[in-house]
């Protein structure tokens, strides 16, 4: 089999448009598919369950495919450790929404991120606490629940500052989950943090340990050390050494969907053919 490795981008990096509009401009810069954040790429779309329709996937569906572009992710990044019981039901039910229209939009995976146990999402002590674990884990059963009903997969994305914060605690929630359809979204520089990047080639060769075989998806971008902490950028602009991982990539995930982030319309080309060529000579 020939080695592949289908490179797309997130559609909100692209620059304003229509959805058409930004699926045609992805593929002019060479994408084959997109990560799909309605709110962050419909201008003026507020996400709640009753407008993810079967017709609205269908529509989606066909003004992809008219570009020959594939929905690698549909996104629906919100808090499912929402303290609040009330707000907590609104947002597993847009899970559960986005994984039926999912379905109708011919998407591979629906993905999240994994939640802090306060109500604004931010990074505290607690979210890498057996509690808040016990937390995610009992509102996430319903949406993986749904994911079984619907024969649609939910990913999850290990990120350092959230609740599923490195590999042994990602590969812990896929197995107590134990469901086929929870999978995971691999991003290397999430699973960094000012603590650990200067040991980035352990971090991420325990993940490729620990859940590699889960992987669905993969999320490429770089970082900097800079007055702000680690800062996310484009592909091939940072302190990343991609060899390892398109290794592995090329030998155990042939065909998979890797999407760049962090990326500006000016150089997402630049950062497609970086990692191509890098890929090639592996």
């Known amino acids: 089999m020939t080695t592949v490795l289908q ?22 810069q060479g994408f084959s598919c997109v990560h799909l954040a309605l709110e962050k790429t419909i201008p003026g779309f507020v996400m709640s369950p009753g407008k993810l329709t079967a017709g609205l996937g269908k529509h989606l569906r066909e003004v992809f495919s008219a570009h020959k572009v594939d929905v690698a992710v549909l996104g629906c ?14 947002i ?13 939009l ?9 939640g802090a146990p306060n109500a604004d ?26 994911a079984e009903h619907f024969g649609t997969l939910l990913a999850i994305e290990p990120v350092w500052n959230h609740i599923v914060w490195n590999p042994q605690v990602a590969r812990r929630v896929i197995r107590e989950m134990a469901s086929p359809n929870l999978r995971i979204i691999f991003d290397p520089v999430n699973l960094l943090s000012m603590e650990n990047y200067m040991e ?9 340990e ?32 991609y060899k390892p991982l398109l290794a592995y990539l090329k030998q155990e995930k042939c065909g998979i969907q890797a999407t760049l982030e962090n990326t500006r319309p000016d150089n997402a080309v630049t950062a497609r053919k970086y990692l191509e060529e890098l890929y090639a000579e592996l």
């Open 7 to 28: 490179l797309g981008i997130r559609l909100h990096d692209m620059r304003a448009g229509t959805l058409a509009e930004r699926a045609a401009w992805a593929r002019g």
């Open 77 to 90: 990044y919100k808090n499912l450790a929402h303290p609040d019981p009330q707000e907590l039901q609104k």
């Open 92 to 104: 597993q039910e847009n899970y559960i929404a986005h994984l039926r229209m999912a379905k109708a």
């Open 106 to 114: 011919d998407c591979s995976v629906v993905g999240t991120e994994t």
């Open 121 to 146: 999402y931010h990074y505290e002590e607690a979210c890498h606490s057996e509690a808040a674990l016990q937390t995610f884990l009992h509102n996430l059963a319903p949406v993986v629940e749904a």
């Open 200 to 208: 980035r080639e352990r971090v991420i060769g325990e993940a490729i």
């Open 210 to 241: 620990c859940f590699g075989e889960y992987v669905e998806v993969v999320h490429l971008k770089d970082f900097q050390i800079t007055e702000h902490g680690l800062t996310a950028m484009a592909p091939g602009t940072g302190l990343m050494d």
